[in-house]
């Protein structure tokens, strides 16, 4: 159980166009659901809080004009990169919090995107 | 949340027990100790958290000191598919924001 999926799993797009990732919950509802971003040889970085039908909240430092999250089902986030550089150019990854006595995330595959 | 500290590297014989060392030496009454790994390309993977009673499941066993100023992740037989980087992480039970650190990157060799 406590599946998470991301779609796609890698993506190489033009600078300056808008990229969307999808994290599904496929055997939980996730109130609410993390996305993260790893540079290579990095660890995990904090990008937001998405709770399902709300407004996400960002960690400081991450532009929530570029990075558009959206959490409109109880299974199914979704976070836009728009107008990416070659610099966004990293490893996106998603989980989804179960809230059973303890808060226990469980994380997506991770999304490859690479910004030419 | 309290900061925790973790050796960048270890290395294990295959079949041999892992032992992977966690310092949260500033943890608090109410934060729990959580360990994931992360396989090369790939999301994080959940093993196992405690509050302060050891645990034990399939996958691994935690071990939280008395004073629950450290903890020490046991991998019974590792096995080469082991080889990650894992994450040892002190939460608060109210508050759910994971802040990943650098984990320690765990060779297992044959």
């Known amino acids: 159980g406590a599946v998470v999926s991301q779609h796609p799993s890698w993506v190489i797009c033009k600078s300056g166009t808008s990229v969307k990732i999808e994290c599904r919950s496929l055997d939980f509802q996730a109130t609410t659901m993390f996305w993260y971003r790893q540079f290579p040889k990095q660890s995990l970085m904090l990008m937001a809080t998405s709770n399902e039908g709300s407004k996400a909240t960002y960690e400081q430092g991450v532009e929530k004009d570029k990075f558009l999250i959206n959490h409109a089902s109880l299974t199914l986030s979704t976070l836009t990169v728009t107008s990416a550089h070659p610099e966004d150019s990293s490893f996106y990854i998603c989980?989804?919090?179960?809230?059973?006595?303890?808060?226990?995330?469980?994380f997506g595959p991770g999304t490859r995107l690479t910004v030419l | 949340d309290a900061k925790t500290t973790q050796p960048p590297s270890m290395d294990c014989a295959e079949g041999r027990a892992a032992n992977l060392p966690c310092n949260h030496s500033t943890i608090s009454g109410n934060e729990y100790v959580y360990w994931y790994r992360q396989i090369h390309s790939q999301g994080p993977q959940y093993i196992i958290h405690g509050l302060k009673n050891n645990e034990t499941n399939e996958m691994a066993s935690l071990i939280i000191t008395e004073d629950r100023k450290s903890s020490t992740l046991i991998l019974p037989h590792a096995t080469l598919r082991d080889t990650a980087v894992y994450y040892c992480i002190v939460k608060g039970y109210n508050f759910n924001k994971f802040y990943f650190g650098s984990g320690t990157k765990l060779n297992v060799k044959p």
């Open positions: 989980s989804g919090e179960i809230r059973v006595n303890t808060d226990t995330q469980y």
